[in-house]
């Protein structure tokens, strides 16, 4: 074993380990402490005064809801898409492209606004039409109860959800399900004894990784739970840290810790399930034929319905926002609105010193800490995959520790190990706290790029007498390109959009887009939350853009 490949092992066990662990044990420590200020005078009382809490009942009951409601609605809508593009012939599959990966480039925090605009019970524009058309006394809809938050959360991770699905059941064999109808078995009794019981391991890996995203989610509560008075774990440990006169970062780490444990030991039993598909294979060398359903009659009606959906998930929420930002107040789109349509609310966001501070910050935690984290992915990367030890099995295990962390969660322990040391309330504890939630979302296409690449290109440009470093630079690099650009292109679109890490580790001359518009929503100020909403998403994807230009000028020289 080349002990360079040694040194470089450990040492990235250092890095990664210092991102990942490093907060997760001092959540733990904290969670026994007096307070930031008696940090190692150790006691049990935030225990027992996060868990005796009369309130802390009715939140559980509201998470438990939340998040089975959001994952069910979320896993049943990917089913019934992914049924509808791999085995029937409705038209114009592409959407189903679209639908898996569009809403992904607009933020949840965004998503939940427009909801509130369209639904909220006061002014909402669907609820104002709806009671001027049919002369209602009050709002028909209320968005910020339990149910709102259910429904917009389940759209937000029925992408994720159909990823997931979609291919599996592409790979069904239909045979399997012609066989049970042969020997009389009815399309309800097939349906549920021979297809959801193949499929069971891709659909409990939607609903389970639905639980985690929603059980991590910040955004839907906030926007839309607040209002309504409707607490979940993460609303009710960011009321602990950042409302009141004297926050409890004990008391919020003793919650944290319950919430970090469920996240961690949904994600093992995710792995496992995924770990163990080939169990359930349906498709061998001989006897596989792909069979497209005709639907009929109900063909153009399903495909309408599916229109509709893209029309919910991807035009609706990026509309409203741009017609908010144009509008005064909120009124009806009509001639009037049309008329008093102006660029007020742009030019109150631009002159605002924090709101362009927010701008500035996040465009430089996105380009630097995305470059700095494709260039830690790399070098994680190519232990992972080059380096068969069982320090690199250790690298990988640390690299993906944090896609099971819950940002608010993990945001409180990044609080208890940054304020013992000088990164505490500066721009370089965001930074640091973003690569290390987000290095998963870098190493996935990075190793992905090393498996494609043969390891007799590099053992041949070490015969011919360069270094490990020149090798890296000359060979292994120009090939990564096309991995380094998805890598790079997720990691910047999901720092200008974090919220969750951010509302805990920002302080004043630290704020980012995302906090910033949530103090907007929360002052009620939506035509410049929509206006700095849109030049969030304007910014995000300029840098997919750019990055895919810069990438495809590399592949081509």
């Known amino acids: 074993m080349d002990p360079r490949r040694t040194r470089l092992t450990w040492l990235l066990i250092a890095i990664v380990g210092a991102l990942t662990v490093a907060p997760v044990l001092m959540l733990l420590l904290g969670s026994f402490s007096e307070g930031l200020t008696a940090f190692g005078q150790f006691t049990v009382d935030k225990y027992v005064q996060a868990y005796s809490d009369p309130a802390f009942l009715d939140v559980m009951f509201n998470t438990t809801v939340f998040v089975l409601g959001s994952s069910t609605l979320s896993t049943v809508l990917a089913i019934f898409l992914a049924y509808l593009n791999t085995r029937t012939d409705i038209p114009f599959k592409f959407l189903f492209g679209v639908l898996s990966i569009i809403p992904m480039m607009i933020p949840h925090l965004l998503f939940s606004v427009s909801w509130a605009l369209l639904l909220n019970p006061s002014n909402g524009l669907i609820n104002v039409g709806l009671m001027q058309l049919f002369g209602l006394d009050g709002a028909p809809f209320d968005i910020y ?41 009815s399309p309800w009794r097939t349906l549920l004894r021979v297809t959801l019981p193949v499929l069971r391991p891709a659909i409990l890996a939607a609903f389970i990784l639905g639980i985690v995203r929603s059980l991590a989610s910040f955004a839907v509560p906030q926007v839309l739970g607040m209002p309504g008075r409707v607490q979940v774990l993460a609303t009710h440990l960011y009321e602990m840290i950042a409302t009141g006169f004297a926050t409890d970062y004990g008391k919020a780490a003793a919650v944290g810790m319950s919430v970090l444990v469920t996240s961690v030991t949904l994600i093992v039993v995710y792995r496992a399930l995924t770990a163990e598909s080939e169990k359930f294979v349906t498709i061998s060398s001989r006897g596989f034929r792909p069979t497209v359903i005709e639907l009929g ?33 909120s009124m ?3 001639a009037r609105a049309f008329e008093a349509m102006s660029l007020k609310h742009w030019r109150d966001v631009f002159a605002d010193p924090i709101s362009l501070l927010a701008l500035k910050n996040s465009l430089f935690l996105a380009v630097v800490g995305a470059t700095l984290g494709v260039l830690l992915s790399v070098f994680v990367a190519y232990v992972i995959v080059k380096v068969k030890t069982r320090g690199a099995g250790i690298l990988e295990s640390l690299s993906y520790l944090s896609f099971s962390f819950p940002g608010i969660v993990i945001g409180v ?84 959009r974090e919220l969750t890490l951010s509302v805990v580790l920002s302080r004043p001359g630290t704020e980012v887009l995302a906090v910033q518009i949530l103090r907007f929503a929360e002052d009620g100020l939506w035509g410049r939350l929509s206006a700095l909403g849109i030049v969030m998403i304007a910014i995000s994807t300029a840098l997919v853009v750019a990055a895919t230009v810069v990438g495809n000028r590399f592949k081509t020289a």
């Open 145 to 185: 109860t339990l149910w709102g938050m259910i429904l917009v959360e389940g759209l937000l991770d029925l992408p994720i959800a159909y990823l997931i699905i979609a291919p599996a059941m592409a790979s069904f064999d239909v045979a399997l399900e012609e066989s049970s109808r042969v020997f009389g078995a």
């Open 297 to 329: 009659r109900a063909r153009l009606p399903l495909f309408a319905l599916v229109g509709v959906l893209s029309f919910v998930l991807i035009v609706l929420p990026v509309a409203v926002l741009a017609y908010t930002s144009l509008v005064p107040y």
């Open 332 to 334: 009806l789109p009509s």
């Open 413 to 496: 322990g990044f609080m208890w190990f940054f304020v013992q040391t000088p990164l505490y309330a500066t721009i370089w504890a965001l930074l640091l706290g973003y690569i290390a939630t987000y290095l998963p979302y870098g190493i996935r296409p990075m190793s992905s790029a090393f498996i494609q690449i043969h390891a007799h290109l590099e053992e041949s440009s070490l015969v011919c007498g360069a270094s490990p470093m020149t090798t890296m630079r000359r060979i292994i690099v120009p090939l990564l390109i096309p991995g380094i650009v998805s890598g790079w292109i997720l990691m910047a679109s999901m720092f200008i």
